[in-house]
Structures are given as C-alpha cells and as structure tokens.
C-alpha cells in the first residue's frame, strides 16, 4: 500500500472508530451533537496515524491499534474544545468550523471535552483491546501520563505562564515537549503496546523517534501560524504570534526554523534505523509532519 493509501485507510478506520463510540453513549442529544462537532473529520488525525504506523513497525496490526488509535485522537479532540474556550486561547475556528463553544456554548464545550478524555480511557479498558492486562495497565498509565500535568495540561500552563515574557530555546523546548510532544510520544508508545511481542529495545527505539517529532511537528506548526492562512490552517492565521506567545520562529527566524524541522525529522528517522521495511509508515510519516500545509 502507498503512503497516502495508508494514510486515507487510516483516517477512514479511525473516523467509523469515533463516531461508533460516541454514538455509543446514552444521554444528551445535544452533548452527543457536540461530541461529533468537535471530533469533526476535518483534522489530520496524525496522532492515530502514528499509533497505527507505530504497531505495524513492531509486527502488529493496525486491528490491534484500533482502541488506542481512537483514545489518542479522542483526547486530543478534548484538548482542542478546551484550548479554545474563552478562558483560554479563545478561538472562534477550528478545523474550518465554528468552535464547540461558539456552534453551542461554553458550558456544553466543556462538558464535551470532560466526556471525550472520560471516553477515551473508557476505550482502553474495554475488553476487546487484545492484550495482557498488564499491557492494558501500561497503555492507560502511558495515556494517562501524557494527558495530565506531566505532559499536555502541564504543557498548557507552561504556555499560559509564558505569555509576554522572554522564553530560551531550552524553556520553549521544555513546553512543548510537554504541550505537543508528550501525546504524540503516547500515540507512538500506545501502537506499540497493543501488540504483547513488542520489545523494550523497539520501544526505546520509538521513544526517541517520538521525542523528536514531537519537537519537529511543533517548529512546522510555528512556521505555519506564518506562513499560511486561515483558510488552509482551519483556524485563526497567527494566532500563537498575536497572543504574545513565544514560537520558535520568534527566537529562530523562519529559516532556521526550516532547517531545525527537517533536522529534528531526519533525527527523528535515524532513530528507526534497527527497524525494517514495516517501519516505513513511520518514516514517511516524520517526512510528511514536516512538509505538510496544515
């Protein structure tokens, strides 16, 4: 299959994966509503990309990864619903569309983003995960992890603390190692996990590769807060620059800033050197985060 073959595969897979599961849930038509709103299949969905190209490199299937492909992007949908909220970055666009507090409103964004994380950590304990129940044990302590103030939400305040002050490499690194990195790092260790013959040498291995795409996948966002426009991105041009946030294009300038993207990617692929030919999802992956337009 080509990349974009496996690509598209992909999304599809993942897409019939959450709207199956939120569809799942009993209760409010309208929290339902907002749920799909705001997984809407206008995103890129690299997070489950990673984790299906991930359990493919060590031997899996993508089958395997189904559970933790759809907790990833779950959690990443909740964290998108609550970065916009007003009290945050206040946003009005996501994906092209209207924010879940602007299509509806504050409270209900909110509540969306509480259900998604609740669901997707639902997902992971369910039966039909196919592995170990101490595997199962390490996937949701992995995702858990990531999730909370030793990754993504310690990320965002580190974000919010930085707003107008003068950041370092190494302090703008540290945050978004943590706001960016720490979910994709999970997405790549969670494919991975979800077959029970992975070895720590092909997990230490991922680790790294992770580590650094997660940087690489935040220096092209940066470059594209730029560079593009509202209408490619799907959200506001500028956004992170006008909030008076430090971006790596701020410390760096924009070809620097190329050229770390692409260095951190090849750092990135090199990390996969020991794995074969079903590795290469992933590297054309490392590839593709770095080129893309939004």
């Known amino acids: 299959m080509s990349q974009e073959g496996f690509m598209q595969a992909s999304r599809q897979r993942v897409n019939a994966r959450l709207w199956a599961a939120i569809a799942s849930d009993e209760g409010s038509?309208?929290?339902q509503d907002a749920m799909i709103h705001a997984c809407a299949d206008g995103g890129k969905r690299i997070r489950p990309l990673l984790t299906y190209a991930s359990a493919l490199a060590v031997g899996g299937s993508v089958e395997q990864a189904d559970a933790a492909a759809t907790a990833v992007e779950l959690i990443h949908c909740y964290s998108l619903v609550h970065d916009d909220l007003p009290a945050m970055d206040d946003d009005d666009l996501r994906r092209g569309k209207p924010t879940v507090h602007k299509a509806f409103d504050e409270a209900t964004a909110i509540l969306v983003g509480d259900a998604l994380q609740a669901l997707a950590f639902e997902l992971l304990c369910a039966?039909?995960?196919?592995?170990?129940?101490?595997?199962?044990?390490?996937?949701?302590a992995c995702l858990a992890s990531a999730a909370g103030a030793r990754g993504m939400v310690g990320g965002q305040a580190l974000d919010f603390e930085a707003v107008g002050e003068a950041q370092t490499l190494e302090q703008l690194e540290k945050m978004h190692s943590l706001k960016t990195g720490a979910l994709i790092r999970a997405a790549?260790?969670?494919?991975?996990?979800?077959?029970?013959?992975?070895?720590?040498?092909?997990?230490a291995s991922l680790d790294v590769y992770a580590a650094k795409l997660g940087l690489a996948f935040q220096v092209r966002d940066d470059i594209l807060d730029e560079i593009s426009d509202t209408a490619t991105l799907g959200k506001p041009q500028g956004s992170d620059s006008g909030a008076n946030k430090p971006t790596y294009l701020s410390l760096l300038g924009l070809e620097v800033a190329r050229t770390k993207a692409e260095e951190l990617a090849g750092e990135a692929i090199k990390a996969l050197e020991h794995f074969d030919e079903k590795a290469e999802p992933l590297r054309r992956l490392a590839d593709y985060i770095v080129e893309r337009l939004n």
């Open 127 to 140: 039966d039909g995960v196919g592995v170990s129940s101490e595997q199962r044990i390490d996937m949701i």
């Open 188 to 203: 790549i260790r969670l494919g991975a996990l979800s077959h029970d013959l992975c070895s720590a040498e092909a997990l």
């Open 29 to 31: 038509a309208k929290l």
